[in-house]
């Protein structure tokens, strides 16, 4: 996974994280209102219930002032009142049933919000007998109530967090996007190419990277520059040397060599019974001839300065193929290479002599 994408993983997790632990949050607080808002209805229900049993009026029709004092819709919110008269059926009173709403919350939320059932009763005595108030608690209105509020603030959690996720996400792509070229750059310096250079980017971090980036490439180029310079150098030497050894070995040990033969050659002429000591001196000298000879091409050969790339490859060609015979070699050159300078030609010669 590229670094963009884990990071973009890790902001959308850490936002559903935060959705988590505020749908979390906002059931609790919504339940624990919910349960208060019950309880003080059930609570005020009961103080109106003791409250009406010093009233003078409620020994008169007692069936009918309870139904009147527990029927009003102020007094019955969230409630289900229910009144048992000593005869006769019992009396629902409608208001605390009714829902003022037709909206229905989701089930999870009302089985997540509901509060556990109460169920209060109070007995009345009265001349007729005695009269059990039943009150039930019904918070349907309320979970309606609080669905709504916990859906506006579900909806503003979440659109804050989708906010955040693009936010971040923007902010991020906008900051990651150098982080490809800074790739591109250092493959380019992997494979050798010394003068990728980074551009300037916005951010701070970045540029200082680029900056360090491009003085590393600019001293890795210039130290190769060098080293080519350098290269080039030494070869050079190398091949000043070799030819000052090979014209040593021509001037100094070829004529040493012709005087010793020729020295050797007069002796013989004066005294012929000296051929059989002297015929040694001269093979000697004519191998050590040979010898010369090789060491001069192999360091230097003369040919090469003196008739050109060309003719210094046949005769290395022809030296090959005294040794070995049973080898064919075929030359195929270019007249153009002769055009070339003397350091490019003897750096051919060995290339082609290497093998």
């Not at 339940?31 to 409250?51: F, K």
Request: proline letters at 5%.
């Amino acid at each position: 996974m590229s670094l963009r994408f884990r990071l973009n993983l890790v902001i959308a997790l850490s936002m559903l994280l935060i959705v988590g632990v505020g749908t979390v949050f906002t059931i609790v607080h919504t339940r624990q209102s919910v349960m208060e808002e019950v309880d003080s209805s059930v609570n005020l229900a009961l103080r109106s219930v003791a409250a009406g049993l010093s009233d003078p009026a409620s020994k008169e029709k007692p069936v009918a002032y309870w139904q009147s004092r527990m029927g009003g819709p102020d007094k019955s919110r969230h409630l289900q009142v229910r009144i048992i008269p000593p005869q006769g059926a019992a009396i629902d009173l409608a208001e605390g049933r009714q829902s003022s709403s037709v909206e229905t919350p989701p089930a999870w939320f009302i089985w997540w919000i509901r509060p556990q059932p109460q169920i209060r009763s109070q007995v009345v005595e009265t001349s007729e007998g005695s009269i059990r108030i039943v009150i039930r608690d019904d918070p349907n209105d309320e979970i309606v109530e609080a669905w709504r509020e916990a859906r506006a603030l579900f909806g503003l959690i979440l659109l804050q967090a989708l906010l955040v996720a693009v936010l971040v996400h923007l902010t991020l792509g906008r900051a990651l996007q150098s982080v490809p070229v800074i790739l591109q750059g250092l493959e380019s310096i992997k494979s050798g190419n010394f003068g990728a250079r980074l551009p300037d980017f916005s951010i701070p971090e970045f540029s200082r990277i680029s900056a360090a980036f491009n003085h590393a490439a600019a001293a890795l180029e210039k130290a190769r520059a060098e080293n080519r310079a350098l290269a080039s150098r030494t070869l050079t030497l190398q091949e000043e040397e070799r030819r000052a050894l090979a014209r040593e070995l021509h001037d100094e040990l070829g004529q040493s060599l012709t005087a010793i033969k020729v020295t050797a050659a007069s002796a013989v002429k004066a005294l012929p019974k000296s051929r059989s000591a002297v015929e040694p001196i001269l093979s000697i000298c004519d191998h050590l001839f040979l010898v010369v000879r090789s060491m001069m091409r192999r360091l230097r050969p003369t040919m090469l300065d003196e008739l050109g790339l060309g003719a210094a490859l046949e005769d290395m060609i022809d030296n090959w193929r005294q040794y070995n015979p049973d080898t064919k070699v075929r030359l195929l050159f270019d007249d153009a290479a002769e055009s070339c300078d003397d350091a490019a030609k003897i750096h051919l010669f060995r290339i082609v002599r290497s093998p």
